[in-house]
């Protein structure tokens, strides 16, 4: 899988998402689920920076927006959590393990496991440049020009419509971005703001896309995709990461995600 096939380009360029099925092997899934679960057996996060994960705007300015744990977590291991998880205290209410919500946001760099998956030659493909609420990757991560970064999602469970699998809204990456995510000069509070606001999209334009443990989206940066709150007795965990092309491209100063002296933003080829 040295590239993609004509008509998986197409495809892509067609719809904005791309799934690859088979793309990692049963025990690399395997190996990838055990070693988070050494690395959240070993999580120490004090009570003060314990920080529910949301995508939705109100919540994502009032928790990870306003905190430093999360907007300055570009270069390290760090754990955000599912609502509801925590007492007023900040301490548990269910098993740790169960109360992850997203690892964040170093873990390619940092973790030998996550590194080699990252950098495996399936992953250097030349030929492409809780619930989650509607949105588009680009509106945190803004680049100039637009169409430059792409979502790599890797499920190291079967995803299903009933445990949260992934929506789109095929063809929805040429329009623009509809808001973006910028950080506040440093010292504001909250740390981040929106420019612009997210559409009411129509719920009857997703369609659910279902994949096997192992397989592989590719997420256009402006495509519109979701995920629904996972109701089941499975889980559904994954491993997600983002490439961008850096010839001609400009990382916009406003993300709030930022590379740092102790973490450049790593070559996929190395």
């Known amino acids: 899988m040295a590239c993609l096939s004509p008509s998986q380009l197409q495809k892509f360029q067609e719809d904005g998402f791309l799934v690859l099925e088979g793309f990692l092997s049963a025990e690399e899934c395997v190996a990838m689920q055990q070693r988070i679960g050494k690395i959240v057996a070993e999580m120490d996060v004090p009570p003060h920076c314990r920080t529910e994960f949301s995508t939705h705007e109100e919540e994502q300015l009032q928790a990870q927006g306003s905190t430093d744990y999360f907007l300055s977590s570009g270069d390290k291991i760090r754990f955000f959590f599912e609502k509801g998880v925590f ?25 030998p496991i996550f590194r080699s998956i990252t950098h495996s030659p399936k992953v250097q493909q030349p030929h492409i440049g809780g619930e989650v609420f509607p949105h588009q990757d680009a509106s945190f991560l803004y680049t100039e020009p637009l169409g430059r970064v792409l979502g790599v999602w890797i499920a190291l469970e079967d995803a299903t419509v009933e445990n949260g699998c992934l929506w789109f809204i095929p063809g929805s990456h040429t329009s623009g971005v509809s808001r973006r ?43 519109v995709h979701k995920s629904k709150q996972n109701l089941s007795d499975c889980s559904r965990q994954a491993y997600t990461f983002h490439l961008m092309e850096a010839s001609g491209t400009t990382w916009s100063p406003e993300n709030w995600l930022q590379p740092t002296a102790e973490l450049p933003f790593p070559p996929l080829y190395t």
């Open 87 to 111: 007492d007023e205290k900040g301490n548990f209410l269910v098993p740790p393990e169960k109360s992850i919500n997203k690892i964040g946001h170093a873990l390619h760099a940092h973790d």
């Open 181 to 223: 995510m910028v950080r506040a000069p440093a010292g504001s509070a909250p740390g981040t703001s929106f420019l612009g606001s997210e559409p009411a999209w129509d719920s009857s334009l997703f369609v659910p896309t279902p994949v096997q443990k192992g397989a592989l989206v590719l997420i256009h940066g402006e495509v």
